[in-house]
């Protein structure tokens, strides 16, 4: 076995958005650091793929919102070419026979949701504020680590910043956080709501990525969680990255190397080397062993804690615990090739703007929880949840002049098919039906699509490595977020084995293109150097 020992301080397995992020950041503070990336290309879900002759997408991920301005700055992507357009339309959703379409004028917003209930219209401005102070504090707590439970001074010290950040919240606000931590979405939006259409925008939130009933109690953290982001200093704002999200990863990958990160592709790490309690190196699928002080994983917590490490280093209970995180997906992704725009039964020809935002099927909170129950049974929803983005109405990079690429984000589809079958047997199946869905709204759709790509939770899973095709890696429920992520004991990056670091979603403050995790890893392994 070849053997590299002692030429780096620290290793850092898997080359997506967070570990870029992480090593970026060691990097820049004097450490030499490699990266191992086992596919062919860096960027994990934040890729850009020619998926069709000439029609190029992002691949997974396919939105910007969460991405910290933070991290954009330090690492400074818009020198290393990272240009974000915020989306100027906010939501078409799709309903029989008509449509609810919100702009970011409020006033057109309050008429249109007036169409539809005059009560809605009156406290949609008082939700939304209520909800925006809440965000803000949820991501000021983003922002720092999680205290360890049974931690020690250090711990302490973050549980009372976080304590401060929830005292600055009126009383009311405070409330609000309780119950959006705790509560069904299904059931908060019926406290505020009676427009069914309305509830269906929102209740989207709390099923992406998420595989629940909007009315399953915690679902409306998820909600919550989607709103604290922004675009080019816009709260709650979403947007796209010119070129695709690989822009996103290829800024992060330019900004490491000059920063002097070493970055391999088309090396799988087959397991974690610890000796004397610590890890001090991995060894490659090609055999090699690499040697280094602190190792960074950038994998899912399952995958690093049950497959990279040998058995019996964990003590029992975290065994337990690892062994039963959830990890499901959701959701099934596809990217297609049109010809045209769709043309929406309900809307005017003349009027393009609203391809500029969220194109949405969930007409309801029932059409959620009738997809929900479907898949339970069945595998999939026979009316599927679908958001569509064209970001080539902003982007021309992505397709020849006059053609344009959507964006499929669509829910509720199974990790495990309940017949046994494979998603190899039917996704394309399911992919015909989701394009049948929405020519039942847009009747020129499915004759327009010049080619597809298909991903499918299976083909996440074998893609990405994320178990289950969890875009979170691991759900956030209550039991999985902040001090309990991913297991009690380790939600401070740092895992069982010393010198061992958890830097990918599955850590806080949880999944999305935030680049938190691997910021807030990176500053606890700088904080530790001197104990490797």
């Known amino acids: 076995m070849a053997k590299e020992t002692g030429k780096y301080d620290v290793v850092v397995i898997g080359a997506g958005h967070n570990g870029l992020t992480c090593a970026a950041y060691l990097a820049a503070a004097g450490l030499k650091v490699k990266m191992l990336e086992r596919r062919s290309v860096v960027g994990g879900a934040a890729v850009t793929e020619e998926f069709h002759p000439g029609f190029r997408n992002s691949v997974y991920a396919y939105s910007v919102s969460l991405l910290n301005p933070k991290i954009i700055r330090d690492l400074d992507l818009s020198r290393h070419g990272l240009t974000i357009f915020e989306r100027p339309a906010r939501t078409l959703s799709l309903l029989e026979n008509d449509h609810l379409l919100l702009s970011r004028d409020e006033e057109q917003a309050r008429r249109e949701i007036a169409r539809f209930s005059k009560r809605d ?152 080397i610890v000796s004397g309690g610590r890890a001090v190196g991995v060894i490659t699928d090609d055999g090699r062993e690499i040697g280094a002080r602190a190792i960074a994983a950038n994998v899912h917590p399952q995958t690093l804690l049950l497959d990279l490490l040998e058995p019996g280093l964990l003590d029992e209970a975290t065994h337990r615990r690892i062994s039963n995180h959830r990890s499901h997906s959701a959701t099934f992704r596809m990217n297609v090739a049109l010809s045209e725009l769709p043309r929406f039964s309900s809307m005017s020809d003349k009027d393009d703007f609203h391809f500029k935002g969220a194109i949405e099927l969930s007409p309801s909170l029932s059409y959620l929880s009738e997809a929900y129950s479907d898949a339970k049974t069945m595998g999939w929803s026979r009316k599927p949840v679908i958001s569509m983005q064209v970001p080539s109405t902003q982007d021309d990079s992505l397709c020849p002049p006059g053609n344009h690429v959507a964006s499929l984000f669509c829910q509720h589809f199974q990790r495990h098919l309940p017949d046994g079958s494979s998603w190899d047997d039917v996704r394309d199946k399911v992919a015909d039906q989701i394009i049948d869905t929405i020519d039942q709204y847009a009747p020129n759709f499915k004759g327009s699509v010049l080619g597809r790509q298909i991903k499918s939770p299976l083909d996440i899973e074998r893609d990405l490595g994320m178990v289950g095709g969890d875009i979170f890696h691991g759900t956030l429920d209550l039991d999985q977020i902040y001090s309990m992520r991913p297991v009690p004991g380790y939600a401070g990056y740092q895992m069982p084995v010393n010198s061992l670091y958890l830097c990918g979603s599955g850590a806080h403050p949880g999944g999305g293109v935030t680049g938190l995790p691997g910021h807030h890893a990176a500053r606890k392994m700088l904080q530790d150097r001197n104990k490797w």
Not at 162 to 179: H, P
């Open 121 to 272: 219209a009156s406290v949609i401005d008082e939700f939304e504020a209520q909800i925006g102070r809440v965000a803000l504090a949820m991501r000021e707590i983003a922002m720092a680590s999680p205290p360890e439970i049974g931690g020690g001074w250090r711990d302490l010290l973050s549980l009372a910043a976080a304590g401060n950040t929830f005292r600055k919240l009126s009383a009311d606000d405070q409330s609000v956080l309780i119950e959006l931590m705790t509560k069904s979405l299904g059931d908060y939006l019926d406290s505020w709501f009676e427009g069914e259409a309305l509830k269906g925008i929102f209740g989207l939130e709390g099923v992406i990525g998420n595989f629940a009933d909007p009315y399953q109690p915690g679902t409306a953290y998820v909600l919550l969680h989607h709103t604290f982001g922004e675009v080019n200093g816009i709260t709650g704002a979403w947007g796209i990255a010119r070129g695709g999200m690989g822009a996103i990863t290829g800024a992060m990958k330019a900004s490491a190397i000059e920063r002097g990160v070493e970055i391999e592709t088309d090396v799988g790490v087959k397991e974690i």
